[in-house]
């Protein structure tokens, strides 16, 4: 049977009597702006032989770099939304607050546009980013960091796209995480990747070895471990460099991602808001593990909007290895 994402929502909706639809609403303005990047990332190679009329507009702009068309398809398409209150991106400093002020905003919604837009130049898989939280309680729009500086475990629903050989949709709303691949033919993502749980042991460790010196202490001795057969194989390393793609390779095969705290980025590099706590809350979902090296991310208290923190994430098996390794406050 064809399921596409927009019935899924609707059916998974019917969990909560009395849902208006403005969530799955909500959710329809993400998939659209992802379709509108995935149409420019397809095309971006093409943009030097065809940019000329068609990509420059009206104020004689050339054409922008994707990952700023990403953050203005997205905010575009959910600015149409009167359930979002304040939405927050990787490329926008601060906060917007939605100009409708509507009493049912109640959402906020944080994303990457475009991660990994490094890898665009040289055709390798990018993703978006992006995750969910409700309004607390009492808190009105002249306050958007209340809205966004709550720990991961407050989402509400999170996923990423990835634009890879195929185009594809994963998301949870807590309710296990599900996969939808673009069928570019109709325009519609279509269910794949139905309840995706991640093995609990995989074959690969994907880490950015170029700064093992600077990793702390227990690092090193957890990835030789792995490649030195101590979980009864010898893992083999993958790392592209985009951290969706990276992720999305994870969660269906299984292993470990790391991205540690660095020499050069002591906090980590990945944003906590946009980037580590959905990630970390659909690892959850399917069965795996995410850390900081110290504490389970999604219980992470949030102080700045564009935060670093290390992210170690990935299946059981490896992460409590990981955790013997690099003692953590609390077993997870
Ligand atoms: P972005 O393109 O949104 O800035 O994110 C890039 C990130 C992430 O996708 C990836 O995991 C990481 O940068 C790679 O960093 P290194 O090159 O330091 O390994
Ligand atoms: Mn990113
Ligand atoms: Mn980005």
């Known amino acids: 049977m064809i399921v596409t994402v927009q019935q899924h929502i609707l059916q998974d909706q019917k969990r909560f009597p009395g849902a208006s ?96 837009s490094s890898n665009i130049d040289v055709n390798v898989s990018v993703g978006t980013t992006f ?5 607390p309680e009492g808190v009105g729009c002249d306050e958007p960091e209340k809205w966004l500086l709550q720990p991961g475990s407050k989402q509400i629903a999170a996923g990423y796209v990835c634009y890879g050989s195929s185009t594809i949709l994963v998301y949870s709303v807590g309710n296990g995480v599900h996969g939808f691949t673009l069928d570019p033919s109709v325009g519609a993502y279509l269910l794949s990747h139905p309840n995706i749980r991640m093995p609990q042991q995989g074959k690969y460790y994907s880490v950015n070895e170029a700064y093992r010196d600077g990793f702390p202490p227990g690092y090193n001795e957890f990835i030789d471990r792995l490649r030195l057969g101590a979980l009864g194989q010898r893992y083999a390393s993958r790392y592209i460099g985009s951290m969706v793609a990276d992720f999305h390779r994870t969660l269906l095969k299984g292993g470990v991602f790391l991205y540690p705290p660095t020499a050069e980025h002591p906090k980590g590099k990945l944003r906590m808001l946009y980037e580590a706590n959905p990630i970390a ?5 399917a ?39 690099v003692p953590h406050e609390n077993s997870l």
């Open 287 to 325: 069965g795996g593990v995410a850390t900081d090296g110290r504490r389970r991310v999604l219980d992470l208290q949030p102080t700045a909007i564009h935060q670093r923190t290390p992210l170690i994430m990935g299946s059981t098996v490896e992460m409590a290895e990981f955790q013997r390794c």
């Open 131 to 135: 995750s969910i939280m409700r309004r």
């Open 21 to 116: 639809g403005e969530f799955s609403w909500l959710l329809s303005g993400i998939t659209l702006a992802t379709k509108m990047v995935q149409a420019r990332v397809r095309r971006a190679g093409l943009s030097d032989i065809l940019g000329d009329a068609g990509d420059i507009n009206v104020q004689g702009e050339v054409q922008q770099k994707l990952d700023v068309y990403a953050n203005e398809a997205l905010m575009h398409c959910l600015s149409a939304r009167t359930s979002i209150g304040v939405l927050a991106s990787e490329e926008n400093e601060k906060p917007v607050i939605m100009g409708h002020r509507s009493k049912e905003a109640n959402y906020a919604v944080v994303f990457d546009p475009l991660d990994g």
């Open 281 to 285: 809350y659909l690892v959850e979902q």
